[in-house]
């Protein structure tokens, strides 16, 4: 199934296709990610696709869009799990062959009575093993109209214990863990068994996953234990917590990676955005994807809850949007404007993105500001114009227009014209600057007028003043 260097680092992903990837997700995606990168070992993507009525296609594509987008390929696969299937049914009939399993014909309310009866005796409740072969043991007569489960024979005695990467030693009492169901009646195998079988096949070295599924962990553990497999290092991840400090879901904004996406984040800011929450590296806050991978360890990955932040994610991603290169950021930005209608092509939009990028924390915003080059213009309003372009007000635009009509066209020399305009008149600048950008833009407020004018362009200002 796989292959690699001896000894090789190998990670893995394996998230289940029945929805959106989740913020959570691709924390646990990246972590892993950056691990198997840092020690130029290999990142594995397992399709866990088992819930047969809850998985999609379309979630599959999902996830695998979201990998893309935040730049996290995998060395391999995607592996799909139900392409598996008679492989886990090949490792099932191995271990009840070898009696580390067996056939269980308890019904589910016959199970859950034990568990009931447990309670009431103050026991934890589980199923007792009745169908639980042992030396000298008689089997309940085998039922005829009911098809068995297989059951691991979990051990009874001792303990499970592993060195987490992140949280330390913990310790499972194997008293406490039931006999785990690893087939059902029909004989599709259970989530449990199916990721121990293609850890063990897929070589994985170190599991990096949330800390729900530490419980799962001594199960794991102890089915590839009689399997007489190499145990992976495993490392459980706290959750994300929303702002409120309750555990993030809808109720706190998107919680799908490619929401963020089309709200206008870059990746490369959700990416350090993402590994700063809940893994540092000293007190750097702003890192690339190649320091990441070069900084990366389990060591510093945080053994509490991390609170997810919106506005340090806007600081983040605006630190990037100002120090993209300008062409980059346009070729970013321009489709977004042509979903608003406008016209990308209509401007030079590198230089738009200059103007603009300083004061923006997403692409959606740098969109709607580039359509005041790129959109169609429509005027001021007339209660606007009506207020601020006044018979003086049109008589300095005129004066202005002839004098920059005369003038090199650009920023500097615009900016020049307009203080000349402004001392040979006694006027203050918003006594010009307004009526000149509503004259020109149709709107009160813009980016600097000399930029916005240098940008527009000679016909298009002159024109437009020269209709007021």
């Given amino acids: 199934?796989?292959?690699?260097?001896?000894?090789?680092?190998?990670?893995?992903?394996?998230?289940?296709?029945?929805?959106?990837?989740?913020?959570?997700?691709?924390?646990?995606?990246?972590?892993?990610?950056?691990?198997?990168?840092?020690?130029?070992?290999?990142?594995?993507?397992?399709?866990?696709?088992?819930?047969?009525?809850?998985?999609?296609?379309?979630?599959?594509?999902?996830?695998?869009?979201?990998?893309?987008?935040?730049?996290?390929?995998?060395?391999?696969?995607?592996?799909?799990?139900?392409?598996?299937?008679?492989?886990?049914?090949?490792?099932?009939?191995?271990?009840?062959?070898?009696?580390t399993a067996y056939h269980c014909y308890s019904s589910p309310d016959e199970v859950e009575a034990m568990r009931e009866k447990a309670r009431a005796e103050g026991r934890k409740p589980r199923y007792d093993g009745t169908w639980r072969p042992a030396p000298g043991k008689t089997l309940p007569p085998v039922p005829e109209d009911r098809r068995p489960v297989v059951r691991f024979a979990n051990p009874q005695s001792g303990v499970t214990s592993w060195d987490d990467m992140i949280k330390g030693t913990i310790t499972f009492d194997n008293g406490e863990l039931d006999d785990l169901i690893i087939a059902r009646p029909d004989g599709t195998p259970t989530y449990n068994f199916c990721v121990v079988v293609d850890d063990w096949d897929m070589k994985i070295t170190h599991?990096?996953?949330?800390?729900?599924?530490?419980?799962?962990?001594?199960?794991?553990?102890?089915?590839?234990?009689?399997?007489?497999?190499?145990?992976?290092?495993?490392?459980?991840?706290?959750?994300?917590?929303?702002?409120?400090?309750?555990?993030?879901?809808?109720?706190?904004?998107?919680?799908?990676?490619?929401?963020?996406?089309?709200?206008?984040?870059?990746p490369e800011a959700m990416v350090n955005y993402?590994?700063?929450?809940?893994?540092?590296?000293?007190?750097?806050?702003?890192?690339?994807?190649?320091?990441?991978v070069a900084w990366f360890d389990t060591k510093h990955l945080s053994k509490s809850a991390s609170q997810w932040d919106p506005k340090k994610l806007n600081w983040v991603n605006a630190h990037y949007i100002k120090h993209m290169d300008d062409a980059e950021l346009a070729a970013r930005v321009a489709p977004r404007?042509?979903?608003?209608?406008?016209?990308?092509?209509?401007?030079?939009?590198?230089?738009?993105?200059?103007?603009?990028?300083?004061?923006?924390?997403?692409?959606?915003?740098?969109?709607?500001?580039?359509?005041?080059f790129c959109g169609e213009?429509?005027?001021?309003?007339?209660?606007?114009?009506?207020?601020?372009?006044?018979?003086?007000?049109?008589?300095?635009?005129?004066?202005?227009a002839q004098r920059a009509a005369n003038v090199e066209w650009t920023r500097e020399a615009l900016s020049a014209t307009i203080k000349q305009v402004l001392a040979d008149r006694g006027m203050k600048m918003p006594q010009l600057g307004i009526p000149l950008r509503i004259a020109v833009t149709g709107q009160q407020q813009t980016p600097a007028i000399d930029a916005v004018l240098a940008i527009l362009g000679r016909d298009t200002v002159l024109a437009r003043l020269g209709s007021v």
Wanted: aromatic share 8%; no cysteine.
């Fill in 1 to 99: 199934m796989t292959s690699s260097a001896p000894n090789a680092i190998r990670t893995r992903f394996a998230p289940s296709p029945t929805g959106f990837l989740h913020l959570g997700g691709a924390r646990t995606a990246l972590f892993s990610w950056a691990f198997a990168r840092h020690h130029k070992g290999v990142f594995v993507l397992r399709i866990e696709d088992t819930d047969v009525e809850r998985s999609t296609p379309e979630a599959v594509q999902a996830i695998l869009d979201s990998m893309q987008w935040l730049g996290m390929g995998p060395d391999e696969g995607p592996f799909y799990q139900m392409q598996h299937m008679d492989r886990y049914r090949e490792v099932v009939a191995q271990m009840l062959a070898a009696g």
């Fill in 207 to 266: 599991v990096l996953r949330g800390d729900d599924h530490v419980n799962n962990t001594p199960r794991q553990i102890n089915i590839l234990r009689a399997l007489g497999a190499t145990l992976p290092e495993y490392g459980h991840v706290p959750m994300i917590l929303g702002p409120d400090g309750e555990k993030l879901s809808k109720r706190h904004g998107a919680v799908n990676v490619m929401a963020y996406d089309d709200e206008g984040y870059l």
């Fill in 274 to 292: 993402l590994a700063r929450l809940g893994w540092s590296h000293g007190d750097d806050e702003l890192f690339t994807r190649d320091q990441l």
């Fill in 337 to 372: 404007i042509v979903k608003r209608g406008g016209n990308p092509d209509a401007t030079d939009l590198p230089a738009v993105m200059g103007l603009l990028k300083d004061r923006a924390e997403t692409l959606e915003q740098l969109a709607d500001g580039a359509m005041l």
């Fill in 377 to 400: 213009f429509k005027g001021a309003p007339a209660e606007l114009a009506a207020q601020h372009l006044t018979d003086p007000a049109r008589e300095a635009l005129r004066d202005f």
